[in-house]
C-alpha cells in the first residue's frame, strides 16, 4: 500500500495509461496530408540526397519561417522505420506523454501540492485534444511540451531564485520558436517578469543563456545574414500590413473581434479537454483566475494567470493560425493546472467530512475525455478537419491502383489540396507503393515546381490512369469539374470507386475512342472553357518530355 501512496510511483502509472490511450487504434489512423507529405519528402533528400536544411515549414508570412528542428527530429525515425508515417506519429505520441512529467513539475513549482500535479498529470493524460496533438505529425504538436519547458525555466528563476531556470527558459523558447515562429512573442515576457519580480541574473546566467539562445536560434541567424535579413524585412511588412490594417478599424470593434476570436478558440480548447459546454468551460476559467487574482495574492498566482492570458495579445493580429487549435499551444497546460487547482479548491467543500463535490467534478473530466476517446473509437483527428485526409484511406487507393493495373504500368493524376501538387502520392507511391509492389506510375498531371516528385512523369499515353481525387475540403468545385471534362474529351470512364473520402476514377485510353462530352450542356462547356484559358493546369492527361 505504501507504494500507491508514493506520488512518483502513481505519476508512473499516469504516464503509462496516457501512453496505451494514445497508441489505441493508432497504425494508420493519422492525417497525412500535404504538409506532412512534404515534411516527410524533405526528410527524405536530407538522408538520401545530403540536401541538409536550415530552414523549416513554411508560415502563413511570406519571408518567415518555422525552425529546421522537424527535420533532424524525423530523420532517424524515417530512416529506421523505411518511412512509416506511423513511426513519426509514435515519436509525437513519446513527447506528448512525457510532458506529463512537465505538468507535474510545473504544479509543484506553482503549488507544491502533490494533489493538485497528480490531478493536473491525470486531466492531460485523459486530454482528448491532447490525444489529437499525440498523433499529429506537425511541427506543431511539441508545441505545449516547449512552451512549458519556457514556463517553469521562469518559474524556476523568478519564483524558485534558482539561476538556471534563465538558460532552461532559454532552452524552451528556442524550442518553442522552432515549432512555430509565431513565439518569438514569448521574449516579452523577460521585460515584463524582471519588472514584476526584480530578480537579478549572474554574468555567468547570463552569458549560458544567450549561449543557449544563440545555438538553437543559429539557422535563423545564419539564413538572416546568407539572404540579407529577409526575415527581418518580411515581419517588419508584416506588422506595417496589421497596423494599417487595425487603424482603418473601430476601435471598439476592433477590441470586440479581439476578444470574439481569443473565445473561440480558448472555449475550443476546453471544450475538448474539460467541459462540454463553451461557455460554461471559458466562465469556469475566467471565474478562476479572477480567484486567484483577488483571493490569492501570491507570486505564484500571478505567474499562472500571465502563463494563462500569454496568447491574448496575439489576436490583434490576424493569421491564420487563430482558426486552428496550435494557437492554443502555449495555453494548454496552465489551464490544466488552472482547472485542477480549482478541483483542489473545491475540496474544501465538504459532505459528511467527503470533499464530494470536488471528487465528482474530478472524475466526470477525466471520464468525459475518456468518453470522447471511446466514441470517436480513438481517432482523435475529428479535431482538426471533419473532411481527414486519413493515411489508411490513402494505402487502400494506392493498393486498389496497383491490384487493378495488374503488374502493367499505368499513369496516375491527383485532384488535390493545394491544386496541382502531388506531394502526397509523389511520397507514398515511392515508399509505401514501391516497397509492396516494386514497381512506381507515372505521373500524367502537371509538373511539379514547388516540391520534387517522386514519381516518374509520363512519356507516352497509359491504358489505365487513375484520377484520385483528395477530400474536398478547400478544393473548389470548378477544379473539379474542369478536370473531369478534359478527361471525358480523350478517355473513357470504366469504373468511380470511393475509399472513405477519397474518390478514385480508372480511366482507359484508346486511339479509337477520344472519349465522349456529348453529356456536357454548351453553357457548361462555355463555362469549364473559361475556367480552363485562366488556369490551364487544369489538365491531368499530360505527356513530359
Sequence with gaps: ???????????????????????????????????????????????????????????????????????????????????????????????????????????????????????????????????????????????????????????????????????????????????????????????????????????????????????????????????????????????????????????????????????????????????????????????????????????????????????LPLFAFKSGVHSVEVINGSIFVPLTLLIAYGITELSKIKISRVPVISILCAVSIILYGFFNFIVHNFRTYVIQTSIPSLLVNEKKVIDYTYTTAQKKDFGICSISEPLFMNTVWSFLYSTYGKQKYGYLPYWTGQKQTLNDSFIPYAHQKYATKFIIQEPMFGIPQWALRSVYYIEDSQNVLIKKSTFGDFGVQQRFFTKENGGNIDAYSESLKNSIKEDLDKIPQLSCDNIHE
Design 1 to 311: 500500500m505504501k507504494l500507491f501512496k508514493n506520488p512518483l510511483f502513481l505519476l508512473f502509472l499516469i504516464v503509462v495509461v496516457a501512453f496505451i490511450v494514445r497508441t489505441i487504434n493508432l497504425k494508420d489512423n493519422i492525417l497525412f496530408a500535404y504538409d506532412q507529405a512534404r515534411d516527410a519528402q524533405r526528410v527524405y533528400t536530407m538522408i538520401y540526397g545530403g540536401h541538409l536544411k536550415i530552414v523549416g515549414p513554411e508560415t502563413d508570412i511570406p519571408g518567415i519561417f518555422n525552425g529546421p528542428l522537424l527535420y533532424y527530429a524525423l530523420a532517424p525515425v524515417y530512416y529506421f522505420s523505411h518511412f512509416d508515417p506511423n513511426a513519426a506519429a509514435l515519436l509525437f505520441v513519446f513527447i506528448n506523454v512525457g510532458t506529463i512529467l512537465l505538468v507535474y513539475w510545473a504544479a509543484k513549482l506553482l503549488f507544491n501540492k502533490n494533489s493538485i500535479a497528480l490531478i493536473a498529470s491525470l486531466f492531460w493524460a485523459f486530454s482528448f485534444e491532447q490525444g489529437f496533438f499525440a498523433r499529429y505529425i506537425s511541427n506543431a504538436s511539441p508545441m505545449s511540451t516547449a512552451t512549458t519547458i519556457f514556463f517553469i525555466g521562469l518559474a524556476l528563476f523568478f519564483l524558485k531564485k534558482k539561476q538556471w531556470g534563465l538558460p532552461l527558459s532559454a532552452i524552451g523558447i528556442a524550442l518553442s520558436i522552432h515549432c512555430n515562429f509565431y513565439f518569438i512573442y514569448l521574449f516579452l515576457f523577460y521585460p515584463l517578469f524582471f519588472f514584476i519580480y526584480k530578480q537579478k541574473p549572474t554574468v555567468k546566467t547570463v552569458v549560458t543563456t544567450i549561449l543557449f539562445l544563440g545555438a538553437l536560434l543559429s539557422p535563423w541567424i545564419i539564413t538572416e545574414l546568407k539572404w540579407k535579413f529577409v526575415g527581418t524585412r518580411s515581419l517588419f511588412l508584416y506588422f506595417v500590413h496589421q497596423g494599417t490594417t487595425a487603424t482603418s478599424i473601430n476601435p471598439l470593434s476592433f477590441i470586440l473581434s479581439i476578444l470574439t476570436r481569443y473565445y473561440d478558440r480558448v472555449a475550443q480548447g476546453i471544450y475538448f479537454s474539460f467541459i462540454p459546454n463553451k461557455i460554461i468551460g471559458f466562465s469556469s476559467v475566467a471565474i478562476l483566475l479572477l480567484y486567484l487574482a483577488f483571493k490569492k495574492r501570491l507570486p505564484a498566482a500571478l505567474f499562472l494567470i500571465f502563463w494563462t492570458l500569454n496568447t
